[in-house]
């Protein structure tokens, strides 16, 4: 199994107290790896360190061999990310923006625009502008940007946040498909149980900054009624709920 992300020690405590604290974490390659926790639970500043939006107190996060503390444009030049929202540009259509962002990157043409565009089912709207979407919609650009230039990692902070039934379905066909047929390695991060249950191949369990379990989906599924079951019964276990 070829590690994709190693967490080591990782910990960074903000001044209310809140942050993470020693998370240790292998990801292998075409993992579909969920963090599951409720919000506050630190899962954003995690994923923060891990493409160098926030620096660590201590500990170090390696993508593919690079340390993101000193090695950075290595560690980050094979992944893709949302943290938080997905942002586009408002006066610029749907294939305007997704244009804008192939520059950053040396083979992305127009086919390929259509093509993750086509992937996420907004090549019908790519005359539009997002303006005009819903959420969801915003949501499916933003994850079509981060497929332009084929990442072998893709860090999603909330993505099904916000989608209607229709766009969660699309996503998480997306995200099974490249991980199954490209070996594509998924870091999702999510407070919706479901989701994460019907998404992820395995799953942490992120409670008050402390990670408190890493499992398969199938193996919980196989024990507990429910991931909601395994949830619950894991913080209480370590904690309380």
């Known amino acids: ?39 506050g639970a630190g899962k954003t500043t995690a994923m923060k360190i891990m493409t160098g939006l926030v620096k660590p107190n201590r500990g170090d996060v390696k993508i593919l061999g690079h340390s993101v503390l000193t090695d950075f444009q290595a560690a980050m030049y094979n992944v893709g990310c949302i943290i938080e929202t997905a942002e586009a540009f408002p006066y610029l259509t749907a294939f305007e923006n997704l244009k ?79 991980a199954e047929k490209e070996g594509t390695t998924f870091f999702i991060s999510s407070h919706l149980i479901h989701d994460i249950e019907l998404t992820c191949t395995r799953i942490g369990v992120l409670y008050s900054g402390k990670l408190i379990n890493v499992d398969t989906t199938e193996n919980i599924l196989n024990n507990y009624a429910s991931l909601e079951n395994y949830f619950v019964s894991e913080v209480e276990r370590n904690g309380r709920i």
Do not use: H, W
Request: charged share 30%; aromatic share 8%; glycine share 8%.
């Open 1 to 39: 199994m070829e590690k994709v992300i190693e967490i080591k020690n990782l910990c960074k405590t903000y001044k209310n107290g809140r942050g993470i604290d020693d998370i240790n974490l292998d990801i292998y390659k075409g993992d579909i790896f969920g963090f599951l926790g409720p919000n």
């Open 100 to 178: 804008q962002f192939s520059r950053y990157y040396n083979d992305v043409d127009n086919n390929r625009i259509e093509e993750v565009l086509e992937m996420v089912g907004l090549l019908k709207y790519k005359n539009e502008k997002p303006t005009k979407f819903s959420l969801g919609m915003k949501q499916r650009l933003g994850i079509a940007a981060v497929l332009l230039s084929r990442p072998k990692v893709i860090i999603l902070d909330e993505p099904l946040n916000g989608m209607d039934v229709e766009g969660m379905i699309s996503v998480r066909n997306i995200i099974k498909n490249l």
